[in-house]
């Protein structure tokens, strides 16, 4: 059964950083993109980044733009999302999710197959 698992998350100080993983069972990680969302008590979940098969990430979230960096491991099949001077504004559950093509401008859930069920990140002021 295909199935990604977040880890890493925690909570933080405003200015701190996390490294959350993404670990695929199941499936071969390697021939997938893998997106990261978030999503805020009382919103929406909203797509952060995509990163494809040749590690090339795709931003959807200009406001993360320089302080957040994904990678990717197909060894250990695990991709990984650096966060940095994180803000309280980035308090969310944080998902990975599979994908076979990562859009270039836009993510919608639904281009998603598989997900993970989150990792909660919150970011004291």
């Known amino acids: 059964q295909a199935q990604l698992v977040e880890s890493g998350g925690g909570l933080v100080q405003s200015g701190g950083s996390l490294r959350l993983s993404c670990a695929a069972t199941?499936?071969?990680?390697?021939?997938?993109?893998i997106g990261w969302f978030r999503q805020a008590p009382g919103k929406e979940r909203e797509a952060i980044l995509c990163i494809d098969v040749k590690e090339i990430s795709k931003y959807y979230l200009d406001s993360v733009k320089g302080r957040f960096t994904a990678s990717r491991d197909n060894a250990k099949s695990t991709v990984y999302l650096q966060v940095n001077s994180l803000k309280p504004e980035d308090t969310a559950v944080y998902y990975c999710?599979?994908?076979?093509?990562?859009?270039?401008?836009?993510?919608?859930?639904?281009?998603?197959?598989?997900w993970g069920r989150g990792t909660q990140v919150t970011v004291s002021s």
């Open positions: 999710a599979a994908t076979e093509l990562c859009e270039p401008y836009h993510a919608l859930v639904s281009d998603f197959d598989i």
């Open positions: 199941g499936f071969t990680l390697q021939y997938y993109g």
